[in-house]
Every structure is written in structure tokens, then in C-alpha cells.
């Protein structure tokens, strides 16, 4: 577990720091706002592309080593952004990186779920998702920081401590004792049950809903309030640290509240920061909003995928794990994209929107868990 909490940090490391100083880096470039939400989208979408083949190749042949090659190909990704001179060259980095890196995502939560059990799994899921709040506190701070010093910097840093986390990886990470089976193909029914397909959705809408905030936030914080990028990451990184605290506290609220309980109210908290974003008027309101934003998506991910890996197959854990990802990376892709078309038309729709969807979710799993 320490091994994975290390690379789901790196990981979400590795996308957060991009949210403060890619608005300036691209803008260097002759890029603008509608670049920036592209370019952020260009990464998942090679994941939602490839997340559900990797995560079939890793009930073939291991989690370990598909694990190793997705850090390879995020230390790959930022080297060649650091070395890009034309948004051309950062659209063909942005491509190569999340070919191979989305290899990473679906072998990391398959590898929880197959050393885990029970309420075990809510805690190894939290743990997981620590690292991924950690990320998304540093992220932004250590982006900031950098580049504030020099902007490609923090991509040749990023570069080399993904090369890292890939190296602890092949000397310290065990294959996990998983079922051997002669068939890892996925059934059309299984995949179209309908738990599954709402919690694939679900998932989708709630990524959606925080890509999409934290990158016209960044936006919002640098063309409107004109904070340079060390504010902007202080400020996105109150989130990651309110929901790694709250994932952090996972075997506390794991053997308390069930997790049928805890998500449709995470949604809840979710939608409620997000109608909140518009009604700021001044940037240091932001921040016990971004702590309820945080506690709610703390609350929601580990708990959300701990339930979805125990609806699937085990024998076929890594494909449903890649297929759920997938839905993911979906939300990672049309989150920045239709953030920010639908910013330039007024600032407050896509928050608007995103309320919405996260209460349309929330009743419809409230609906579905009464009754199974």
C-alpha cells in the first residue's frame, strides 16, 4: 500500500500541476482559454481511449509492470513538454504521454481491489485516494512554485520524480496473488447491467464535475482576479487537502456509516459547492468553499470505487477497473471543453450545469441502493 499511495500521488500529481501554470505556458505560446481546456482534455482522452484495453492486458499478465510502464509514459509526457516550443509539439506530448500512462490508472485500483476484502477495500481505496488528494494539494502548489522560478522547470521535475516512483515500482511492488482463468473477456451483459452502467455514469458526472471546475477556476483566478500562479495553487490546493484528510479517515468512516449512505450525501456536498462558485465575490471566499468542495469528493471516490469493484467479476477486475477509468478519462476530456465553451458564454453555467448533474446522480443512486 505504501508503494501505491506513492504513485497515486505522483500521478495526480503529475495532472494538478498543470492547472496554475498551463494558463500562462500556453498563452507564451500564442494559445488561448479554448487551447488550454484541449490541451488539459488531450491527455484522457488517450486514457479513455486505451484505459479499458490496459486494464484487460493487466488481468493477462499482472498489475506490477503495466503500473511501472503508465509512470514511465507520464516522466515521457512532461519531458516532451518541457522540451515543446509550438502548441503543436505540447499537443503531440500531451498524446504520447497519455498513450502510455493510462496503462497506470486501471492496474492501480485493480491491484487495491485484489488485495482487499470487506470494509478493508473502502480503506484501501481510501488510501489510494489520499494519494491522489496529496496530489492534487502539491500539484498545484509545487506547479505554482516552480513556475514561478521557471515554468518548464516543473516539467522536468515531474519528469524525473514519475521516473522514480517507476523505479521503487520494479524493485518494491509484489504481484498480487490474483485467480487464474482461462477467460478474461468481458460479456456485453455485464458490461450493460444496469448498477454498473449508473455507476459508470456516476463516475463520469463527477469527474466531469471536478475537472471542469478546477480548470476555469484557474482561468477565472488568473483573467479575472489576475493571482499569479502561486495563489492559484495555494487556493485549488485547499481541496486536495481537505479530501486527504478525509480519506485519510477512512477506516474511522468506513466502520461507521455505510457506503450507500455516504455517497448520495457526497454528491450532495459536491453539487453544494459547486452552486456556491458563482456567488464569490472575492477570491478569499473561495477557500471553506473548496474545503467543502474537497471533503465531498474525499468522501465520494474511495467509497464509490469500492462499491463498483464489488458488483464485477474478480477474475476480470482489471477490465472493469479499465471500463470504469474510462468513464473517468471521459469526464477528464468533456470537463475542460465544455467548462470553458460554456464560460465564455457567461461564468457561472458550467458550475450551474455541473449542480445539476451531481443531484440528478445523487437521487438516482439513492434510488437504485434502496432497492437492491
Do not use: C
Amino acid at each position: 500500500m505504501p508503494v501505491l499511495f506513492l504513485t497515486a500521488f505522483n500521478i495526480m500529481l503529475s495532472f494538478s500541476l498543470l492547472f496554475p501554470i498551463f494558463p500562462a505556458y500556453v498563452q507564451s505560446m500564442g494559445g488561448e482559454p479554448f487551447h488550454i481546456g484541449l490541451l488539459i482534455a488531450i491527455q484522457p482522452f488517450m486514457q479513455f481511449v486505451f484505459s479499458p484495453f490496459w486494464g484487460w492486458i493487466s488481468d493477462r499478465v499482472g498489475r506490477k509492470w503495466l503500473i511501472f510502464a503508465g509512470l514511465v509514459g507520464f516522466s515521457v509526457g512532461f519531458v516532451l513538454i518541457a522540451l515543446a516550443r509550438n502548441l503543436e509539439m505540447l499537443f503531440a506530448a500531451r498524446i504520447a504521454g497519455g498513450l502510455i500512462s493510462s496503462s497506470a490508472f486501471p492496474a492501480v485500483f485493480a491491484y487495491v481491489a485484489d488485495i482487499t476484502q470487506g470494509k478493508e477495500r473502502n480503506v484501501g481505496m481510501g488510501i489510494v485516494g489520499a494519494g491522489f488528494g496529496l496530489g492534487i494539494v502539491f500539484g498545484p502548489f509545487v506547479g505554482g512554485l516552480l513556475g514561478h522560478i521557471d515554468i518548464r522547470l516543473a516539467f522536468w521535475i515531474s519528469a524525473l520524480v514519475a521516473l522514480l516512483n517507476a523505479l521503487i515500482v520494479a524493485v518494491f511492488l509484489k504481484e498480487p496473488a490474483r485467480r487464474v482463468v482461462r477467460r478474461v473477456s468481458i460479456r456485453l451483459g455485464e458490461v450493460l447491467e444496469r448498477r454498473i452502467v449508473l455507476l459508470n455514469f456516476m463516475y463520469f458526472v463527477v469527474v466531469f464535475s471536478m475537472v471542469s471546475m478546477e480548470g476555469i477556476l484557474s482561468i477565472l483566478l488568473r483573467y479575472e482576479y489576475s493571482l499569479d500562479v502561486v495563489l492559484i495553487g495555494l487556493i485549488i490546493g485547499v481541496a486536495g487537502l481537505s479530501g486527504a484528510i478525509v480519506q485519510g479517515s477512512m477506516r474511522f468512516i468506513a466502520g461507521r456509516f455505510h457506503e450507500e449512505k455516504i455517497i448520495p450525501f457526497a454528491l450532495l456536498l459536491m453539487a453544494i459547492s459547486m452552486i456556491l462558485v458563482p456567488w464569490i465575490s472575492s477570491p478569499i471566499w473561495l477557500i471553506p468553499v473548496m474545503a467543502l468542495y474537497g471533503t465531498s469528493s474525499g468522501l465520494l471516490q474511495p467509497n464509490l470505487s469500492a462499491f463498483y469493484s464489488r458488483l464485477v467479476p474478480p477474475e476480470r477486475m482489471g477490465a472493469f477497473m479499465g471500463i470504469y477509468q474510462s468513464f473517468g478519462s471521459l469526464g477528464r476530456i468533456l470537463g475542460p471543453v465544455v467548462g470553458t465553451a460554456l464560460y465564455h458564454i457567461r461564468p457561472s453555467i458550467p458550475y450551474m450545469v455541473s449542480f445539476v448533474l451531481l443531484m440528478a446522480v445523487s437521487m438516482a443512486f439513492g434510488s437504485l441502493s434502496s432497492k437492491t
